[in-house]
């Protein structure tokens, strides 16, 4: 058949751009959860491709098209395409910080769909519950077929509707631009399958799951650029671009605020329990910033300034707004040493400064301004 040759044409230049990711993956130095599970979906979907090439073959007669291989190439296409599914949720789980996609029990059973899809692919040649090879040896959808649909697009659009809705959380907001990412980036692979399972010899699905890939692929990577590596929090270059943005563009009835929050003694716990538990200690520390700028009335940005110093751009109505995320950042902090978890006091002193548009300055005084309050407040902290 005519369409044979650009189908595999189309579907190995894919395999090509995949390999290409898929080996900037595996030599990479970061092996976070996230792009592990990226380089397995990336793997998964080169096979698919091929399982795709093969069936191509098959059902253009070029490697025959008995019964026996027309089931053969179905079970390889629509087996790995809800594998591939699968490991797109496990990623987008793990972008976002699920721990749960960690636990080998939860994700054994977060495959069920898989394993119930493989077995009706498998038993299909006896059963002909989801297609089958009639007398005139063309494949037909049998009673069941919509599973094999269902299943992938199952697991992209729960990835989706999940990462939407923690989007729209009003206690989401400081990480609200990665959920929006997840959530849209199945639209293109989710369209171009759906094209897909409507005609068959044309390959829709290769392009849009490509092009999702890249889109994630390159979006890991600017967060690798943009993130500090320890806290995984925004580092000062994105700060400082943030900053000088907002700086530029007064937004009506907020006030803009810096407020530098600063780890009390640090030194003190590196020297007694060593810089790995310090290092925990600025990672439990970044959760309780976090915790504190959540909320839906004001926005925020975090970042690691320093080695013991955090940042937060703050839009708010009001200074008191400002003093009381302060007041609790310390209490949040102050929490983390009765939970049992360290061995030593945590606490931090916070400085504030907020920006006079009427009367423009510098980012680097204005940083200077909050540094100063900083220092105030830890001298009446000693106090």
Same mark, same amino acid.
């Given at each position: ?10 579907? $190995? ?13 595996? +030599? ?48 390889? $296409? ?40 493989? @077995?009706?692919? @498998? $038993?299909?040649?006896? +059963? ?30 729960? /990835?989706?509707?999940? &990462? ?28 171009? *399958? ?16 490509? /092009? ?40 009506? *009835? ?33 959760? /309780? ?32 707004? &400002? ?5 609790? @950042? ?22 504030? /400064? ?30």
């Amino acid at each position: 058949m005519s369409y044979v040759y650009y189908y595999v044409e189309a579907y $190995t230049a894919c395999i090509f751009l995949l390999g290409i990711i898929f080996f900037k993956i595996q +030599t990479g130095v970061n092996k976070q959860i996230s792009q592990v599970y990226l380089g397995n979906l990336v793997l998964d979907l080169m096979l698919y491709f091929c399982a795709e090439i093969f069936w191509a073959l098959v059902d253009g007669g070029i490697l025959g098209n008995s019964n026996s291989m027309l089931y053969l190439s179905n079970i390889f $296409t629509y087996v790995l395409i809800s594998i591939a599914a699968y490991q797109w949720f496990l990623l987008s789980e793990a972008i976002q910080g699920d721990k749960s996609v960690e636990n080998d029990p939860y994700k054994l059973l977060l495959s069920t769909p898989v394993w119930l899809s493989a @077995i009706l692919c @498998i $038993t299909a040649y006896r +059963t002909g519950l989801v297609y089958y090879v009639d007398d005139n040896g063309k494949f037909v959808n049998g009673k069941l077929y919509i599973v094999l649909i269902i299943v992938p697009f199952a697991y992209m659009i729960a /990835a989706s509707v999940k &990462a939407l809705g923690r989007a729209l959380s009003k206690d989401k907001y400081a990480e609200r631009s990665t959920y929006f990412m997840i959530g849209v980036f199945p639209v293109a692979p989710i369209a171009l *399958g759906l094209a897909q399972s409507i005609y068959w010899r044309i390959p829709f699905l290769c392009y849009g799951a490509v /092009a999702a890939i890249f889109f994630i692929y390159i979006s890991i990577q600017e967060n690798l650029i943009s993130l500090d590596p320890l806290t995984q929090i925004n580092n000062r270059n994105q700060m400082y671009k943030y900053l000088a943005k907002k700086m530029r563009a007064e937004e009506a *009835g907020l006030s803009l605020f810096l407020l530098i929050v600063d780890v009390d003694k640090l030194k003190n716990i590196n020297e007694a329990y060593g810089h790995a538990e310090g290092d925990r200690a600025l990672v439990r520390l970044t959760g /309780a910033i976090k915790d504190a700028c959540q909320g839906p009335r004001s926005r925020f940005f975090i970042a690691r300034y320093g080695g013991d110093e955090f940042v937060v751009v703050a839009e708010m109505a009001y200074r008191a707004e &400002a003093t009381w995320l302060a007041d609790q @950042i310390k209490s949040n902090v102050r929490k983390l040493s009765s939970d049992g978890k360290q061995n030593y006091p945590l606490s931090v002193s916070v400085g504030i /400064a907020q920006y006079d548009y009427s009367q423009p300055i510098s980012m680097q005084a204005f940083i200077a301004r909050a540094d100063s309050d900083l220092y105030k407040q830890k001298k009446l902290g000693a106090g």
